[in-house]
T-cell receptor, first 113, second 113 residues
């Protein structure tokens, strides 16, 4: 158990809908990352937050947004969902200092039908 | 469920043999590297890391080698066991502007008796 908690574990929704994925980082970790993993794309970095502020942005679509709350949990919002958004979405956390181990949650399986 | 790409390179080894998984990283400015193991349907699990001021680091049954000249990373697993079967990812961390973690495409390790 990495200490990073993600909910829901599985989610099935229809195209055009909006979903919110939630992540609770490890206790004491200030930095949260979101990654997308699909069959043909591997692990793709989406976005990173540090202590509530956006710190880095990767290949995140405009239909997707995220935030980190004062209690350091994070949410990834996916809207106007398309079939191609079906993937595993991982959250990871670290204390925030460069070179510290980054721990991953078990992921949220999103299936868009 | 399957959570990784269908076209991953695959390394097949016999139980008890040593495994060597290779990775070419992209950014010469990267200064921290991590190997992750991902079992089907689970999140990436930290195995071992190495900083750019080192060229070798050993863990329990695993060794990571770093060759900065050719931007190459390898993971050696001694006495490979069936439980080692998974997809292995190398990841690089560039602290120049951000500390986001960039993953390689992954290698599937299959261990047969």
């Amino acid at each position: 158990d990495s200490g990073v908690t993600q909910t829901p574990k599985h989610l099935i929704t229809a195209t055009g809908q909006r979903v919110t994925l939630r992540c609770s980082p490890r206790s004491g970790d200030l930095s949260v990352y979101w990654y997308q993993q699909s069959l043909d794309q591997g692990l793709q970095f989406l976005i990173q937050y540090y202590n509530g502020e956006e710190r880095a942005k990767g290949n995140i679509l405009e239909r997707f947004s995220a935030q980190q709350f004062p209690d350091l949990h994070s949410e990834l919002n996916l809207s106007s969902l398309e079939l191609g958004d079906s993937a595993l979405y991982f959250c990871a956390s670290t204390s925030g200092s460069t070179g510290n181990t980054i721990y991953f949650g078990e992921g949220s399986w999103l299936t868009v039908v | 469920g399957e959570s990784v790409g269908l076209h991953l390179p695959t390394l097949s080894v016999q139980e008890g043999d040593n495994s060597i998984i290779n990775c070419a990283y992209s950014n010469s400015a990267s200064d921290y590297f991590i190997w992750y193991k991902q079992e089907s349907g689970k999140g990436p699990q930290f195995i071992i890391d190495i900083r750019s001021n080192m060229d070798k680091r050993q863990g329990q049954r695993v060794t990571v080698l770093l060759n900065k000249t050719v931007k190459h990373l390898s993971l050696q697993i001694a006495a490979t066991q069936p439980g080692d079967s998974a997809v292995y990812f190398c990841a690089e961390n560039t602290a120049y502007n951000t500390d986001k973690l960039i993953f390689g495409t992954g290698t599937r390790l299959q261990v047969f008796p």
